[in-house]
């Protein structure tokens, strides 16, 4: 049976505290650009920590919302791109071919979240972030864009692993790095295809809503905080 | 052969067969220019596109701005000779080729700009459907693989346009002149006589060319207006784009006709050719496409405003009163204000009002495409990821390049090809007596005899 992987964030849950943008920097190779790059807008964070404030100081709230690409099943990037380089996999999965993109960056315009990301160098690493690439995952060159994958490549270890010990895949067997790293558990990924696994009960709730209300259908699913519904 | 022919001649091949020193200092300064702006070019490719202002969330801006501003002014000339040639007036005969030119120069300049913004400029043939081993074809959802074949379809079509009607001319340089000339223009005659079998393919073709190319021509900047249309973005994801940008893009190609216009008639004493009458039938032509734009732009923010979303809000209030608002009037003083000031009234309606409305508009229309594209990139639905942008110097360089070489490519034309169809300006010397039968007048009580 196909699969369709998503994500339950549970705003109620994040603290902002972004081991999740770390990790996923460790984990697939994403560059860091400096502070002066960054400052200039080309910062590469697969996932990031939106904050908004709320009120007048000191009466000051702030909220935080974790934002990756959601993988939507209608996604705007998939057919504005002219050489297939973003394109939708079998099992749901919004691909990103690093070979097929050519950079005309209107993937990255199409998307309602701006959760695409352009290299505008060659990718560069202070040391000793050198030492510490993810061999599963390719390093992009200059002129192409990147974005969350889902940690695909762990996605397809854990396909390979369950095939060899000829077992079915079971929900939690794959944790993205973001979702792994989540100190509060305000992640959770899965297989929204399957009803028993925890991330299709999450994302029923009654909290649970898309980030935008574009008909999409994103399979990121965002469970309100309890003071907001 | 009417009694004005060997004048004809005389002026319009004189700047083929005279070359002054300015002409050379002209081509040499904008050549050196065209330099500079391949340079800017290679140091992007070299250093990474992050020498340009782009950043994230703007992915496009100047190149592509200039992209949709260059296929606009390509609009001038084609579909205006297609449509004058159509109705017959008499009046276009010294304005065609000088107007089908700016169209086939400006669509091979704007064609760069999709190449110029790659990411990976040197995998740009990846965009054109070709037999590749991998049996790999371009997307043929993306409005990007529409766009080249719209172009592509509009510059083979506008070239044909522009070289049909040169083929006499080019026998009759053959025939006036010897050496090297002699040879290339006959070769570029293919074997023109003269004889009635030949005026009459050639009437032929051109009548077809007339009629095909107009609907090439709209469809053309409809195309490019779905590069923004067909994405759900605030300000961009509009049913009103289509025909807005094919009348904006009709505004500029006037305003681009006359300034070359106004241009050769100084610098090529065209003053007996091309007259005020050109200019003041133009700028009403102007005035008219002023007024068109000024109502697509009124009923675009009209309809944003009544729509009030949210998101539209955004981008509608940083345009109007934001970061983007010295830009935003500038563009309607530069498109709507001085052309009333400059085009309504038949005294000011000289050649130098024309000029300077027509400077104006292309002004206007630039700011008004990036205005198009920025404000919208910057302000898509969530606030967090909200984004400005300055050019940096290579965009710069590129765009003021390109300007360069549009007049470059102007100017090395009008030197070997005459700029006014000679041939077309003779026919007219002769055909004074007996007017035709559609052009006529047919009196009410004269039509069912």
């Keep these: 049976m196909a699969r369709k992987w998503g994500i339950a964030v549970d705003l109620d849950r994040c603290t902002g505290c972004g081991a999740c943008v770390t990790a996923c920097h460790a984990e697939n190779n994403i560059p860091t650009v400096g502070a002066a790059e960054a400052a200039r807008g080309r910062a590469m964070h697969w996932i990031r920590i939106e904050r908004y404030w709320e009120g007048e100081f000191p009466d000051v709230r702030v909220k935080f919302r974790p934002v990756m690409c959601a993988h939507c099943d209608a996604a705007p990037c998939e057919p504005v791109c002219p050489t297939y380089a973003s394109h939708h996999t079998a099992d749901g999965l919004n691909a990103q071919v690093y070979n097929r993109c050519i950079g005309t960056r209107y993937c990255a315009n199409a998307c ?50 369950a095939k060899a010990d000829g077992r079915e895949l079971k929900d939690g067997d794959v944790q993205p790095a973001c979702a792994q790293s989540c100190p509060a558990k305000a992640l959770v990924f899965g297989d929204l295809q399957d009803p028993e696994s925890e991330v299709s009960r999450l994302s029923k709730s009654p909290r649970g809503r898309p980030l935008l209300d574009l008909g999409l259908l994103p399979k990121v699913t965002y469970l309100s905080r309890q003071t907001d519904v | 052969m009417t009694a004005a022919a060997p004048r004809i001649n005389q002026d319009l091949l004189r700047p083929l067969l005279e070359t002054s020193w300015r002409f050379y200092a002209l081509v040499l300064c904008l050549g050196a220019l065209v330099a500079v702006g391949v340079g800017a070019w290679f140091y992007q490719v070299y250093y990474g596109f992050g020498v340009t202002g782009i950043r994230w969330p703007i992915y496009w801006a100047f190149y592509i701005t200039n992209f949709v501003f260059w296929i606009g002014i390509s609009h001038a000339g084609t579909l205006i000779s297609a449509i004058l040639r159509l109705v ?15 169209t086939v120069f400006a669509l091979m300049i704007g064609a760069l700009f999709p190449m110029i913004h790659l990411g990976r400029p040197w995998l740009f043939f990846w965009l054109i459907p070709y037999p590749s081993e991998r049996q790999i074809w371009p997307n043929p959802r993306s409005p990007l693989v529409w766009d ?35 040879k290339t223009y006959g070769m570029l005659a293919l074997g023109w006589q003269g004889t009635p079998k030949q005026w009459h393919r050639l009437e032929s073709a051109m009548q077809i060319m007339a009629i095909a190319i107009i609907p090439v021509a709209v469809s053309v900047h409809t195309i490019v207006s779905f590069d923004f249309s067909m994405a759900p973005v605030p300000g961009w994801h509009s ?167 549009m007049i470059l490519l102007y100017v090395l034309f009008a030197k070997f090809v005459p700029i006014i169809s000679i041939w077309e300006l003779k026919v007219g010397e002769q055909s004074r007596l007996p007017t035709p039968e559609a052009m006529r007048e047919h009196p009410l009580w004269q039509a069912n005899p």
């Design chain 1, 112 to 161: 309602p979240t701006n959760v695409r990301f352009f290299n505008f160098f060659n990718p560069a690493w202070d040391k000793p972030f050198h030492l510490q690439f993810n061999p599963d995952v390719s390093v992009r060159s200059v002129g192409i864009m990147e974005k969350c994958t889902f940690c695909v490549q762990r996605i397809k270890a854990a396909d390979s692993a």
């Design chain 2, 88 to 102: 017959n007036a008499g009046w276009r005969r010294p304005v065609t080729r000088c107007a089908e030119a700016i």
């Design chain 2, 148 to 182: 080249f074949f719209a172009i592509a379809t509009y510059l083979t079509g506008s070239l044909l346009f522009l070289l049909l009607p040169m083929i006499p001319d080019f026998a009759l340089v053959r025939d006036k002149t010897t050496g090297w000339r002699k």
């Design chain 2, 239 to 405: 049913t009103i784009f289509g025909p807005y940008f094919v009348a904006g893009a009709i505004f500029s190609g006037i305003a681009a006709l006359i300034i070359a216009m106004a241009a050769l008639r100084r610098f090529l004493h065209l003053e007996e050719y091309l007259h005020p009458v050109h200019f003041q039938n133009l700028g009403k032509l102007l005035l008219l496409m002023s007024l068109l734009w000024a109502y697509f732009v009124f009923n675009d923010r009209l309809m944003i405003w009544y729509g009030n979303e949210p998101a539209e809000m955004a981008v509608f209030w940083v345009t109007q009163r934001g970061s983007f608002a010295p830009l935003h009037w500038a563009m309607i003083v530069c498109n709507f204000v001085i052309p009333l000031l400059f085009l309504t009234h038949k005294r000011v309606r000289t050649i130098t009002g024309c000029v300077i409305a027509s400077v104006a508009v292309c002004i206007g229309m630039w700011l008004e495409r990036f205005l198009i594209v920025v404000p919208a990139l910057g302000h898509k639905y969530l606030p967090y990821s909200w984004g400005s942008y300055s050019p940096q110097p290579v965009e710069i360089l590129v765009t003021i390049s390109t300007v360069a070489a």
